[in-house]
């Protein structure tokens, strides 16, 4: 995609150079070539804003499939402490997909009261608790029917 735009952007500058010798040798302005430097602008601008909505795109499913990913692996995290891991990416992903929809302050406060205060309140809370992985195993499975349920 970069490299057709430089070949836009390199055609472009041949063909004005092209028609300023013209111009001087002939003593008139060249119709066609000024048709054509018009296209070569109009499809550059086209070509530049192609590009912006694809990078757009990409980075959206990138970050929706960080944010998928991470909170899966928040639920299926065996270790507390390693779901709190996942939970302050899944904010840090959700605040980087609100910043793709242009809202600034949203994310903000999404990184600062929510990463920020209460994800490490969490964890302070999990370390100070000391829970027992073993105890979670033993008695975590019969909420498994419920999970499927909701």
Avoid at 12 to 28: D, P, R, V, Y
Avoid at 49 to 65: A, D, E
Wanted: proline share 2%.
């Amino acid at each position: 995609m970069v490299l057709l735009l430089l070949v836009r952007v390199q055609l472009f500058t041949q063909s004005l150079s092209l028609q300023k010798s013209s111009a001087k040798s002939c003593g008139k302005v060249l119709t066609p070539f000024l048709l054509r430097n018009i296209f070569f602008i109009f499809f550059l601008v086209l070509s530049i804003f192609y590009f912006l909505v694809i990078f757009t795109f990409i980075t959206f499913y990138t970050f929706s499939i960080f944010l998928l990913l991470s909170s899966a692996m928040l639920i299926l995290s065996k270790n507390p402490v390693h779901s709190i891991f996942f939970l302050i990416l899944c904010f840090f992903n959700t605040s980087c997909l609100l910043f793709l929809l242009e809202l600034e302050y949203l994310p903000l406060i999404f990184i600062i009261i929510y990463v920020g205060a209460i994800a490490v309140l969490f964890i302070f809370v999990i370390m100070l608790l000391n829970i027992r992985l073993s105890y979670l195993r033993e008695t975590n499975s019969h909420f498994l029917a419920l999970g499927f349920l909701f």
